[in-house]
Nanobody, 127 residues
Framework: QVQLVQSGGGLVQAGGSLRLSCAAS????????IGWFRQGPGKEREFVSG????????VYEDSVKGRFTISKDNTKNTVDLQMNTLEPEDTAVYYC????????????????????WGQGAQVTVSS
């Protein structure tokens, strides 16, 4: 089992920054990658960004490229999502998730690729 505990999020004005953190524990040796998803009001859950547990590859959804940065802290087994230049459209509940299979490299945008999920964190961007 892998446990994911999220921290961060909150309320910020448009153009501001927030940082989300996802701390992994348990059978972390089984993690292949971590992904971040978000679900806005009345919307389906969508992929935002992902990183291999080895940190050898990062991926981003087009709308966040250049604004969001995903990173991994090997000493703490955490994956952070630094979100800059936030827009009202970024308002959502953000979830981190862990994948254990190498198929992640192909199907990283699919929620079904991830076995474990964090509890979610609200990000609200006011205009």
């Amino acid at each position: 089992q892998v446990q994911l505990v999220q921290s961060g999020g909150g309320l910020v004005q448009a153009g501001g920054s927030l940082r989300l953190s996802c701390a992994a524990s348990g059978r972390t040796f089984s993690i292949y990658a971590i992904g971040w998803f978000r679900q806005g009001p009345g919307k389906e859950r969508e992929f935002v960004s992902g990183i291999r547990w080895s940190a050898s590859r990062t991926v981003y959804e087009d709308s966040v490229k250049g604004r969001f940065t995903i990173s991994k802290d090997n000493t703490k087994n955490t994956v952070d999502l630094q979100m800059n230049t936030l827009e009202p459209e970024d308002t959502a509940v953000y979830y981190c998730a862990a994948a254990s299979r190498a198929t992640w490299d192909i199907f990283y945008t699919r929620a079904q690729e991830y076995e474990y999920w964090g509890q979610g964190a609200q990000v609200t961007v006011s205009s």
